[in-house]
């Protein structure tokens, strides 16, 4: 494979499941993002991992939680989400001195 | 606040004519500027880009021209086709802020663009 992947590609939660989302990237980069896409908003980043360190967290709701256990793996753990966090979730990443930003396919989580 | 801004939702062009879409933004720190195309069920992939020591970048059929003055951007696709069909964002970054703002991007909300045959 290339690129980014992300699975699940589509997820539906109950407001009290557990849940993770996965991505890896195939590209040797050494930054990888989670970003999020609501309805009508723009793409916001939520969390920066450079060398699998977190490096940047942009007000994120613990109910969200990264894990990043090498450079080329990314997790986004969910727990006891709220129906407005029903969003496209997309993983992305870059070497860590790049302004080019691939992204992957996303996940589409909807939460009842 | 948004940084970014896209103000056309949409845009509906002609096979073979012009199409421009827009950007403007309000921080004076952001110094890269980059364009994603997205498809349904796809992730955004990158188009063109343009540092803020340029202002113009020509790839093929796409332009991306810079007017730091105004904080406006635009690409140009010349000539459109209906494959071009898709949601254009506008993205932004302050790499120039020590070199720690490489990835975190601002976006815009997105353009649809629509080519007619």
């Known amino acids: 494979e290339t690129g980014v992947t992300q699975t699940p590609r589509h997820l539906v939660m109950g407001m009290t499941n557990k849940k993770s989302l996965k991505c890896e990237q195939h590209?040797?980069?050494?930054?990888m993002y989670w970003y999020k896409q609501s309805a009508k908003k723009p793409l916001e980043l939520m969390f920066v991992?450079?060398?699998?360190?977190?490096?940047e967290n942009n007000s994120v709701p613990s109910r969200f939680s990264p894990e990043c256990p090498n450079s080329s793996h990314l997790f986004l753990h969910l727990h006891t989400l709220q129906p407005e966090d029903s969003a496209l979730y997309l993983c992305?990443?870059?070497?860590?001195?790049?302004?080019?930003?691939?992204f992957g396919p996303g996940t589409r989580l909807l939460v009842l | 606040d948004q940084q970014v801004k896209q103000n056309s939702p949409s845009l509906s062009v002609q096979e073979g004519r012009i199409s421009i879409l827009n950007c403007d933004y309000t921080?004076?720190?952001?110094?890269?500027f980059l364009w994603y195309k997205k498809y349904p069920a796809e992730g955004p992939t990158f188009l063109i880009s343009?540092?803020?020591?340029?202002d113009k970048n020509e790839d093929g059929r796409f332009t991306v021209f810079l007017n730091k003055s105004a904080k406006h951007l635009s690409l140009h696709i010349v000539p459109s086709q209906p494959g071009d069909s898709a949601v254009y964002f506008c993205?932004?970054?302050?790499?120039?802020?020590?070199?720690?703002?490489?990835?975190?991007?601002?976006f815009g909300q997105g353009t649809i663009l629509t080519v007619h045959p």
């Open positions: 992305a990443s870059s070497q860590d001195s790049g302004q080019l930003v691939n």
């Open positions: 991992y450079n060398f699998k360190e977190q490096t």
């Open positions: 993205a932004a970054s302050a790499y120039g802020a020590g070199g720690t703002s490489y990835g975190k991007l601002t």
């Open positions: 590209l040797g980069h050494n930054a």
């Open positions: 921080n004076s720190m952001f110094d890269y």
């Open positions: 343009i540092s803020s020591i340029k």
